[in-house]
């Protein structure tokens, strides 16, 4: 995969909110290709984050899309705030959504992009209903809640089993992947199947200031994208969970 396919999002839950116009200002002319938004509630997940004020002050600084990841117990309720606020696309978890259909068709009405989320735990066969409805799902690659997690590498045969899924059911879904991105583990979830990552830690808390750190993290994709036989992938996979012991 090459820059035009694998696209980074980055999460501004690991930026300084000081600095967070400037910090987006420098990751878009750094090439970031999209701005991610945690939304919490601490009720769907034990943390709170920021708002649809926080969308609307980024609309004025960025012309990247804007990612909204609603980790909210009930996010119909907060869609056309957020739509007002200028977000671009919203991703919405299948946990804890007794409607996610109806969730789906109603962000679509809206006329913005539709994605689904699951969590580690989640396996990647309860998308095979909501597949066919939607422009993206996004999988966890840590418990959602907090930045600043480790990759979990248990989640890295279900990010190959829902590339497998969408390249059998729905070709140009994307897939994406939250949590512990990094110079090291990009490369792994690239492998997999993945094409969207989402890094925050990687990014906006590095020394060496946002732009060598996205030119240091699209680097090292490129080693990913040589490897295009799963036996390969699952042997620099392997070569990773042996460093981890």
Same mark, same amino acid.
């Not at 939304?39 to 984050?49: I, R």
């Not at 869609?79 to 606020?85: I, K």
């Not at 059911?169 to 583990?185: L, P």
């Given at each position: 995969m090459d820059k035009g396919i694998v696209k980074l999002a980055p999460s501004i839950? +690991?930026?300084?909110?000081?600095?967070? @116009?400037? *910090?987006?200002?420098? &990751?878009?002319? &750094?090439?970031?290709? %999209?701005? /991610?938004?945690?939304v919490m509630d601490g009720h769907f997940v034990p943390n709170l984050s920021m708002g649809a004020p926080i969308v609307q002050s980024l !609309? !004025?600084?960025?012309r990247l899309p804007l990612e909204i990841h609603l980790m909210i117990s009930d996010p119909d309720f907060f869609l056309d705030e957020f739509v007002e606020a @200028? +977000?671009? +696309?919203?991703?919405?978890?299948?946990?804890?959504? $007794?409607?996610? /259909? !109806?969730?789906?068709q109603r962000i679509k009405a809206l006329g913005k992009r539709a994605g689904v989320v699951i969590n580690?735990?989640?396996p990647a066969a309860v998308l095979e209903e909501i597949l066919p409805d939607v422009e993206q799902v996004l999988v966890m690659t840590v418990n959602p809640g907090f930045g600043h997690q480790h990759f979990l590498p #248990? #989640?890295?045969?279900?990010?190959?089993?829902? %590339? *497998?899924?969408?390249d059998q059911m729905k070709s140009g879904c994307d897939v994406e992947v939250d949590g512990g991105i990094d110079a090291d583990t990009? +490369?792994? $979830?690239?492998?997999? @199947? $993945?094409?969207?990552?989402? &890094? @925050? #830690?990687?990014?906006?808390g590095q020394s060496e200031g946002v732009t060598a750190a996205m030119t240091r993290l699209r680097a090292a994709i490129k080693p990913s994208n040589e490897l295009t036989s799963t036996g390969l992938a699952r042997c620099f996979e392997r070569r990773y969970l042996c460093s981890l012991e």
């Amino acid at each position: 995969m090459d820059k035009g396919i694998v696209k980074l999002a980055p999460s501004i839950l +690991s930026a300084d909110f000081t600095r967070l @116009g400037q *910090q987006v200002a420098d &990751a878009e002319r &750094a090439g970031a290709d %999209r701005i /991610h938004i945690d939304v919490m509630d601490g009720h769907f997940v034990p943390n709170l984050s920021m708002g649809a004020p926080i969308v609307q002050s980024l !609309r !004025r600084v960025t012309r990247l899309p804007l990612e909204i990841h609603l980790m909210i117990s009930d996010p119909d309720f907060f869609l056309d705030e957020f739509v007002e606020a @200028g +977000s671009d +696309s919203f991703l919405v978890h299948w946990e804890g959504n $007794a409607n996610l /259909h !109806r969730t789906v068709q109603r962000i679509k009405a809206l006329g913005k992009r539709a994605g689904v989320v699951i969590n580690p735990a989640t396996p990647a066969a309860v998308l095979e209903e909501i597949l066919p409805d939607v422009e993206q799902v996004l999988v966890m690659t840590v418990n959602p809640g907090f930045g600043h997690q480790h990759f979990l590498p #248990t #989640t890295l045969p279900k990010i190959r089993r829902v %590339r *497998q899924m969408i390249d059998q059911m729905k070709s140009g879904c994307d897939v994406e992947v939250d949590g512990g991105i990094d110079a090291d583990t990009a +490369s792994l $979830a690239v492998a997999a @199947g $993945a094409n969207i990552l989402v &890094a @925050g #830690t990687a990014i906006f808390g590095q020394s060496e200031g946002v732009t060598a750190a996205m030119t240091r993290l699209r680097a090292a994709i490129k080693p990913s994208n040589e490897l295009t036989s799963t036996g390969l992938a699952r042997c620099f996979e392997r070569r990773y969970l042996c460093s981890l012991e």
